[in-house]
């Protein structure tokens, strides 16, 4: 028996890179997609980006994929949707701005903005968007959210192929997740410093400057 | 709901239809105003097109358009003052009720019978709604007084394989609709509706065959006055052969021209044109409850009977609507409106249905609910999609459950229909012209526009410029200067709507390492702006 075919049993376990994950979505930052379990972000998954304040980078962290993700078709989803998916903003804290998202490379024509008035209809839009299997990411800005929320989240994500993004503040930290991956975000005079906190499959990293 | 007044008669040519005027004169041919009858005259029925007239007479129609579930039932109507028992339900019959008692001599057998008062309109609404649900078996339907309903069914005997097809299905339909009725069929509408009168199941096909037919008719079936037939039966006279067998202007002046005409226009001999019945082009349809109601699930099974009601009538048409209305009526209050919107025309009652019990949790009731009412808004014809063909069949990979037009609407029911949008670009300079929100649920427009600039543009725009505090001439952010990294951008512009700017727009940066817009006024007070965040 040679040592591929016996690495390719799934009952052996490789803490670095998963037998049988999915390849993940390019991030547009290969220090970041080396750093990632299957080479990017995590697909079916929500992910957590926590943050102190807004605009220190993280959306330009996205921007990269959610342009790729409105673009083509993706082939997470049914072989016979010829159509790319929709990303959906759910609570943004401001306006996301047309003529900036059209300079990222975004279509769009596939996005779709979302206001709740509270909480609890945010993670109700969050779900519908997620398991409908339109949207190929969505992002929201809860006030918070607790550990059964982002398992349902999550579960919503992997139902409908889709990729769940939830901001949060610095201090979720703390508290337990069912995210797939969870970011830390923040600004330093050199640049954003990406610290990977939680990665399924992954191992923790700090990655320096990377925006 | 406009009734268009259209005659079955195709072929004018060959037999112009008689105007009023010649109508009045029937008698101008000297061999017909003395001799019996003369047989059929042939130059006066259209030859090129056979008319196949299918009567629906529906004799119980004041028990049956009564929606009560009331075991022991009888319909009772006011004649000379009292109340006189109309019709009586198969329990009340067999405890001796009688059409023509009193009210009281019924409740006098029966105590617990219910007694209703006949509603000659909802009997007319009753009709129409059968009308409608006709439409489907023939581009014909006419409502023919009180009871009776016709259907041109020349056309339509191909396309429902033949007449005792057709007419098992028009039956079987009726039987599930809690009507009993009865049918014939017959080339003149008037002779069709005759023979169902007399309960001849009978399907006469060709003219020659009519006359025997008819002349054997009893009078009774005719809807002629009562004094009339009484005074006919008084001369001997008993059936509609003994009638034709009259010198045609001893009868006509006997008892009115009116009458001879009926005759003729049944055994074809004039032509009978009739009204097309058209329904309306908007559903609109009430359910009265005998109570009220404040249950949910009450309330949701009944709209979800209208909304079935509503798919039948939109599937006849082949139409779907964008807009819903359902209107909730209390007995103090004013009724509480509900309205549902969708992306794409649609129709399919599991969807509005979904819909509506999104909206209805978060509905509040003031008052328990007498009656609902569905009223639809502007139909259109539907937009037929092709399905993909999808031969993925493996477990996880699941199929888009809906679209996001679907998805839209549903968020729309839930949230409310403002805070579902998408975005678009504006040709504008100003920058917070230069986007605009649109309404996901109207228009998917596709935003063609592009804008190639070369200054780059914020991700996060900010609803309002927000006035920051300078130092020396430079803006501060929370405490700290900013360092202005890139700019001026110059933007003067919008002199044309009393919204011009001047203004220099600079990327700047904190200590901390965030980039923002800012802006600094040209005009009046040259004040420090943050408009966005570069994120």
Redesign the interface.
Known sequence: MSLEKLLENPRVWRGSSQVGARAGLASGYPKLDRCLPGGGWPFDALTEILID????????LL?PALAQLSREETQT?????AEPG?IAWVA?????????????GI???R???????DDS?LL??AE??L?????AAVLLWPVTLDDQASRRLQLAAE???SWAIAFRPLSARQQPSAAALRLELQ??????RVHILKSRGGRPAVLDSLL | MARAWKSPVVARDNAPTPTAKQQSLPFAEPASLTGPLPPAKISLTPTAVTRLWFCIWLPNLPLEACRSSEAALAIVEEQHGIHRVLQADSVASAAGIMPGQSSNAALALLPTLTLEERSLVREQQVLERLATWLERFSSFVSIAGKDVLLLEIAGSLRLFGGLPHLRKTVSKGLRAQGFSAAMAIAPTPLAATWLARADRRVCIRAQENLGPVLRKLPLGCLDWPAGQRESLIAMGISSLGDCLRLPRDGFARRFGTERLLEIDRALGRLPDPRDSWRAPERFCADYEMTEEQSECALLLHICQELLLSHEQFLLARQLGTQRLYFSFFHLKSAATELQLGSAIADRSQKRWFDLLKIRFEALRLPEPVIAVRLRSGLSQPLQVDNAHLCFHAEGGKQQRRYSIAQLAERLAARIGEQSVSAISMVAEHRPEYAWKLQNPLSDWASNTLTTKSCVKRPLWMLPEPALLPADSGYPLYKGSRLTLLDGPERLETGWWDEQNISRDYYMAADGAGLRLWVFRNRQRTPNWYLHGIFG
Do not use: N
């Open positions: 304040q807004y605009g220190i980078g993280e959306l330009r921007m989803h049914c072989s016979g949707s929709w943004p804290p401001f306006q996301p701005y047309a003529p900036a998202l059209q300079q990222c279509d769009l024509s996005v779709l903005i979302v206001r709740p008035k209809e109700w839009s519908q968007a398991s409908s299997g339109t949207c139902k409908g192929h600004s330093t005079r050199q640049g954003t």
